[in-house]
């Protein structure tokens, strides 16, 4: 019995493993806010990424926006002037196309940071038999009046709380299994 448990426990981390072995990959982009391609990616992503992006730019000759918010006014950006991105690479429209960044936010959404500094979880919405390079940039129709740019770092590899929970059960199983295991014992008597 110790030996179909002690199976079923590497069978269960193989089946998990993809979710934490899959390439584990970490790059540093910048894209200025005056080129409507921004930043691609020369990896490609899957499931939940870390981004960590900084830095601020003047859209419209004058408003100074980081990746979410105004910065003089601490206002949420929306439509133009916020962190864009889209998997593959953008279109030679640019950033307006793809989607706001802000609408793929795992967990909470960052609040204003003076710093212009955030670190969130993406859900890209791509498995890992369609990952792709991800681009990211600022959201504008016009480019040519913007200057400044975002720095990023997008790591992947996040487990997603699917991956965690189906281990913690697998776990749970083979702990209860072994317990529950009555073992023969051989008593001894003496005549």
Partial sequence: M?????????ALLATAAPAFAAENITENLTAQFNNPLGAT???TFFGQVRVTVSGTG????QTVNDAFFQTVSQARNSGLYQLAYTAGTFASTGATRAQAAANSIVGAFPTFNANNTYSFVLNTGLTQANASV????VADDVYRDNGGAYNFTVSSAVPEPATWG???IGFGMIGFGL????RSSTKVTYA
């Fill in 2 to 10: 110790k030996k179909i448990l002690s199976a079923a426990a590497v």
């Fill in 41 to 43: 990616t020369t990896g």
């Fill in 58 to 61: 003047f859209s419209n000759g």
């Fill in 134 to 137: 991800l681009s990211f940039g």
């Fill in 166 to 168: 189906m281990m913690l």
């Fill in 179 to 182: 317990r529950s295991y009555k």
